[in-house]
Nanobody, 124 residues
Framework: QVQLVESGGGLVQAGGSLRLSCTAS????????MGWFRQAPGQDRDFAAT????????YYADSVKGRFTISRDNAKNTVYLQMNSLKPEDTAVYYC?????????????????WGQGTQVTVSS
């Protein structure tokens, strides 16, 4: 069992930056892929970024590519999402997720564990 706790959300002006963190419990963190997803009000949960077990492979949604960076520190059981050049359309609840396997994925259904989410609001 893996428990995930996100932090770092908040209110920021357009063009600003935030860094989200997700800390996981359990000794298997270093062997599993992680992802960040987001859900705006009234919309489906969408993929944002994912990273494989080692941190050497990443993949991004087109909407965030070049602005967001996913990374991980396996010694700290933590995955990060650095978000730069934020836009009002980035406003959403951001969720951290973990897979039971080492390869990354952009598919919501491929993830087995989810955090409670953290709100990110970008004002214009």
């Amino acid at each position: 069992q893996v428990q995930l706790v996100e932090s770092g959300g908040g209110l920021v002006q357009a063009g600003g930056s935030l860094r989200l963190s997700c800390t996981a419990s359990g000794r298997t963190f270093g062997s599993v892929a992680m992802g960040w997803f987001r859900q705006a009000p009234g919309q489906d949960r969408d993929f944002a970024a994912t990273i494989n077990w080692s941190g050497l492979s990443t993949y991004y949604a087109d909407s965030v590519k070049g602005r967001f960076t996913i990374s991980r520190d396996n010694a700290k059981n933590t995955v990060y999402l650095q978000m730069n050049s934020l836009k009002p359309e980035d406003t959403a609840v951001y969720y951290c997720a973990a897979r039971r396997t080492s390869a990354y994925s952009s598919k919501t259904n491929d993830y087995n564990y989810w955090g409670q989410g953290t709100q990110v609001t970008v004002s214009s």
